[in-house]
DNA sequence: GAGCAGGGTTACGCCTCCTT
DNA sequence: AAGGAGGCGTAACCCTGCTC
């Protein structure tokens, strides 16, 4: 058996938006853990292959995940889980640098697994998760501090308010009996985000080649990003919006990018709704996604 | 068969933060 | 300074099924 023995997936299975917690006995929660999603592709000999969602070779960006999966003979298999920056409390997407990095050593980073697709020579995509989450507990009953499984839970509603207690990023809703789908393409997995929404006020429009791309943000005096997304009639709107109330650039400082992009900076505050996963440490809003103007 | 609606898929644009 | 990666949303496209 070598590794590429072992089939990968078209496109890793990946849970759907949804504004609500699914409820009833066919459905089991996890946390959601806030990082890089990963797939581990092991020949039960100590040769291991990670790969990203775009099934790009990881291998050499995760040396540390490498180490917690070498030594481990659990038979050849492909595990599916998320590689997270873990201080012990809360998983950090900023501080693992998890975003662009390349060759890293941080032993908090760990491997978080939820599924198990393939086992010795078995693929069992098509088995519900509960039989392979219980292939998958079967091969780490010892769990270890920074590679272990996911654990399930039953009562959604409790996890949601754990997570928000706690500032987790949300829960993730999977069907008891359902296969490993690839991409979108099923009903089985949804998850529901915890964001943050906040009255900001747009302070400039960044235009590419003249047309308005996106929209720079202030709240309480201090840049926090920008947000895109924006349809035709929301362009019209600002574009004539700017053109009545013409203005400077209200901050001292701005970052490389900003200063040679080409932003039409407004007189007056325009109010807008936006929500984002939450501030990064440098201030700036993470994903943000704009709901709309007014307050 | 033409035209439309709806769903699904793809392509692209955008942002931020990292590496080169 | 420039480019790439990861992630998200939107636009564009395509396919299917329906109606006329």
């Known amino acids: 058996m070598t590794l590429s023995d072992i089939p990968l997936p078209k496109v890793p299975m990946s849970p759907i938006v949804l504004p609500i917690i699914p409820e009833g006995p066919e459905w089991v929660y ?11 592709r092991l020949d039960g000999k100590g040769s291991v292959e990670l790969f990203s969602k775009r099934l790009e070779l990881k291998n050499e960006v995760f040396p540390e995940i490498i180490s917690l999966l070498e030594p481990l003979r659990i038979g050849p ?14 998983p950090n997407f900023q501080r693992g640098k998890l975003m662009g990095r390349s060759r890293y050593n941080n032993e908090n980073l760990i491997y978080v697994l939820f599924d198990l697709l393939h086992a010795d020579g078995t693929d069992l995509r098509g088995l519900t998760l509960r039989e392979r989450f219980e292939r998958l507990s079967a091969k780490f009953s010892e769990p270890q501090k920074r590679l272990f499984v996911s654990e399930l839970y039953t009562d959604g509603h409790a996890l949601w308010d754990w997570v928000n207690e706690k500032g987790w990023e949300g829960v993730v809703s999977k069907r008891l009996d359902s296969p490993y789908s690839a991409g979108k393409h099923h009903e089985d997995w949804f998850k529901k985000r915890k964001e943050i929404r906040l009255v900001a006020n747009v302070v400039g429009l960044k235009r590419n080649n003249g047309v ?21 009639a929301s362009k019209s709107l600002l574009t004539q919006f700017a053109e009545q109330h013409p203005g400077d650039c209200p901050f001292e400082k701005l970052t490389p990018g900003m200063l040679k992009s080409d ?11 936006v929500a984002a996963l939450e501030f990064t440490d440098g201030g700036i809003l993470r994903q943000p996604r704009l709901l709309g103007f007014g307050h």
């Open 30 to 40: 996890q946390l959601k853990w806030d990082g890089v999603r990963t797939l581990a």
């Open 263 to 273: 932003v039409l900076w407004l007189g007056a505050p325009f109010p807008c709704r």
């Open 212 to 232: 308005i791309a996106s929209l720079v943000l202030s709240y309480e005096g201090r840049y926090i990003g920008h947000v895109s997304g924006l349809d035709q």
């Open 77 to 90: 298999c492909l595990l599916d889980g998320e590689i997270v920056y873990f201080d012990g409390n809360r």
